[in-house]
Structure formats: structure tokens, C-alpha cells
């Protein structure tokens, strides 16, 4: 058995309440994984459009504009009744989806709602890692975190290619459906937090709201990442839109090949053993640098592929690096954030990623159809590269001041 597993199990057996949050991070996105691709299979072929696939993405992308506010639903509520509720609304729209399977339009609209619903729970959950670890075991929990939520994107779109080929859509997202809830029962055995530990009545939302904002904003390496991974993810995020049609236009292969493409995530599997000691390392700021950095490079390789297996090489060396500089962005934050204050940052900084993506899908869709496949990933790997460049940059003049906290 890899050690690695071996070390998985051992983090699990020190702290119960990491399981049951674990598992609930398997099996949900999952589920969501299948259904993203099915319904951009669905859309690609209704429209043949990559703008209609692009607005897919950008409508399920952009609901992060409300992070702020779901930040402080995040601090305000328990994690395990605001994630089982999060989850039986998101059953019930998902559910509505593979009952009536509408047009465009108003499917654009029931995907915007699904996604607003998901806004406060990613925060919630990383609000709770801290409080069923030790702080020494942070950046492990933290990959296993990610590693199990990308294990969806491993396994959710070959099998969602699969089932899509033999069945179509409604039976995809039946099974997302179920997977919401399936995972209700988990989310009320997590721990109950602490709120207002000052004992002091609650300010406004937006007076909450607003705290949270300028804690980014006035805090200076927690910034100079926040920007940074939000450059990063502009230009990387339409990768998932590119795949699709590099697989269909450019490799001439059918939906399978969509879902094998779009499966190399597979790689962040291999890179999981590779997070602590790289840590260590490089410390937790320069393994956010290099993370990006092996992500552009992956999403460059993709481009000069010659062949379908060789640009899923090239995307298993991109995903490699996703918990490498995923699991450290959020071990910073919950080291440097106050408690009282860690579901708003976290609800912000990857809200903002949320933001990020939705502009890059936006902007992908038109250049892809101006374009090729080809194109737009050297486009994209070539923004990646110069995001990691910027947070590099950027990193070094927080360390010059003088309230900056490196860890």
C-alpha cells in the first residue's frame, strides 16, 4: 500500500471528525463532475456552439459574485445544518434538471441557482477543517481535502461519458441528484462551531460582509495570493471548455475521449504524496508559485500534443500540481485568518477564483470558435505562466512590508 494511504489513514484515525468530511467531499463532486459533462456534451451537441458550451461554464462560474455575503452565512451558521440544507435544495434542482431537461436558456438559469446554493458550502467545510485536525496536520488534511474532491473529476467524466453514450442526459443527472443526497447524513454529524466567542451581539451582514472584504484587502500576503490565484485561474479555467472540442475537432474522437481528456485530473492522485515534502521544502508560499507554474506548463504541452494520449499526459503533469498549490492556498488562510473570520476569507479568495473562472469561460467560448483548440491552449498555458509570474512577483513585495506574516 502506498505510504501516502498509509499516512491518509493514520491522519483519519487522529481525527475522527475528518472522515465523515472526507467522504462527503468524494462523493458530491463526483456527482457534479457527471453532470458538468454530461451537460456540456448536451449543449455541444444541441448547438454545436462553443459559446453556448462557454456560457454553460460562465453561468455555473459566476455565482461567486455573492461570496462576500455567503462568507457570512459561512461564520454565522453550523457547517453541518448549512451544508445538509445547501445540499437537499441542490438535489431538488438537480433533480428538476433531469425531469424536464430544458432549453438553453432556462437551463442556463437552474445551473446559476445550483451553483449559488454551492457558494457558502465550500466555505463551511474549510471553516471546519481546522477544527477536527491539529494545526501540524493542516496541509495534509487539506490535500486529502482536495484530493478526494478532484477524485470526482477523475472518475465522474469517463463514467459520465459512458452512461451519456448509452443513455443521454436525464439518467447523468438523476445520479448527481442522489449523490446530494446520499451525503445529507454526513453533514449533521460534523462538529458544532463556536459563533460570536466575544459574546457581543452580531453587526449587520453588511457590516460582516465588509470585514471580511478588507481583511483580504489590508492583509498583505493574503492578498498577494488572492491576486495571484485569481490570474492564474482566468486564464486556466477554459481548459475544461477547450478539452471538449480538442477531443471531438482536433482528435476526431467521439464522447468517451471527452470524458478520458477530461478524467487526466487523474494525476493530482499522483501528486498527492508529493504535497507534504514539497511543502516543506519550497515553504508554503513558493509551492503556490510552483503549482501554478507546472499547471501552465501542463496546459502548454496539451497544446503541442500530436496524438489523444499525448495530451492526456500532458493534462495528468497539469493536475499534479492542483493539490500542490491548492491544499497550501488554504493552509495559509486558515493559519493566518482569525477563526471568527476564516468562512468570509475563504468564501472571498475562492469566490474570487469563482469570478476568475466565469470571465475566463466567458472570454474562451469566442476565442476557441475564432480560433482552434491549439490556439487557445497556448493561450492558456501562456496566462497561467505569467499568473504564476505575478504571484511570484507580487509575494515578494508583501514580504517587504512590515505587517506581512510568512508562514
Known amino acids: 500500500m502506498p505510504q501516502w494511504v498509509v499516512a491518509g489513514f493514520g491522519l483519519v484515525r487522529r481525527s475522527p471528525g475528518l472522515a465523515g468530511l472526507l467522504a462527503a467531499q468524494t462523493i458530491s463532486p463526483l456527482g457534479d463532475a457527471m453532470a458538468t459533462t454530461a451537460l456540456i456534451l448536451h449543449v455541444q451537441r444541441t448547438t454545436g456552439s462553443a459559446t453556448a458550451v462557454g456560457l454553460l461554464l460562465f453561468a455555473q462560474a459566476i455565482p461567486p459574485l455573492a461570496a462576500p455575503l455567503a462568507g457570512v452565512i459561512a461564520d454565522r451558521f453550523s457547517p453541518g445544518r448549512l451544508l445538509a440544507a445547501g445540499w437537499l435544495a441542490q438535489a431538488a434542482l438537480a433533480g428538476l434538471v433531469a425531469l424536464l431537461l430544458p432549453p438553453l436558456r432556462a437551463l442556463l438559469v437552474v445551473v446559476f441557482a445550483l451553483a449559488l446554493v454551492d457558494t457558502p458550502l465550500s466555505a463551511a467545510v474549510g471553516r471546519c477543517i481546522p477544527a477536527v485536525v491539529a494545526d501540524d496536520d493542516l496541509v495534509a488534511a487539506n490535500a486529502l481535502r482536495s484530493a478526494v474532491g478532484e477524485l470526482g473529476t477523475v472518475l465522474g467524466p469517463p463514467l459520465a461519458g459512458f452512461l451519456f453514450a448509452a443513455s443521454g442526459t436525464r439518467l447523468v443527472l438523476g445520479l448527481d441528484a442522489l449523490t446530494f443526497l446520499a451525503v445529507v447524513p454526513l453533514a449533521l454529524r460534523l462538529p458544532a462551531l463556536a ?60 464522447p468517451v475521449a471527452v470524458g478520458v481528456l477530461l478524467a487526466a485530473a487523474a494525476g493530482l492522485l499522483a501528486g498527492l504524496p508529493l504535497v507534504r515534502p514539497a511543502g516543506r521544502r519550497l515553504g508554503v508560499t513558493m509551492a503556490i508559485v510552483t503549482g501554478f507554474a507546472v499547471m501552465a506548463t501542463g496546459n502548454l504541452l496539451t497544446a503541442a500534443a500530436p496524438w489523444l494520449i499525448a495530451a492526456v499526459a500532458a493534462q495528468v503533469l497539469r493536475s499534479l500540481a492542483i493539490p500542490l498549490a491548492d491544499s497550501h492556498v488554504t493552509t495559509y488562510l486558515q493559519r493566518t485568518t482569525p477563526p471568527q473570520l476564516l468562512g468570509r476569507v475563504l468564501a ?13 469561460y466567458l472570454l ?44
Do not use: E, M
Not at 491549439?374 to 514580504?399: E, H, K, N
Open 195 to 254: 459563533r460570536n466567542p466575544d459574546g457581543r451581539s452580531r453587526p449587520s451582514f453588511a457590516r460582516d460582509a465588509r470585514d471580511g472584504l478588507a481583511f483580504v484587502w489590508r492583509t498583505p500576503y493574503v492578498l498577494a495570493v488572492a491576486l495571484g490565484f485569481w490570474v492564474v485561474v482566468l486564464f486556466s479555467a477554459p481548459d475544461d471548455l477547450i478539452l471538449p472540442f480538442l477531443a471531438t475537432v482536433t482528435f476526431r474522437a467521439g
Open 348 to 360: 472571498n479568495v475562492y469566490g474570487g477564483v469563482g469570478v476568475a473562472a466565469a470571465a475566463g
Open 364 to 407: 474562451g467560448g469566442p476565442v476557441l470558435d475564432a480560433t482552434s483548440p491549439r490556439t487557445a491552449f497556448v493561450i492558456v498555458g501562456s496566462g497561467g505562466l505569467a499568473g504564476a509570474t505575478v504571484t511570484a512577483v507580487l509575494l515578494r513585495r508583501a514580504r517587504r512590508q512590515p505587517d506581512s506574516r510568512p508562514r
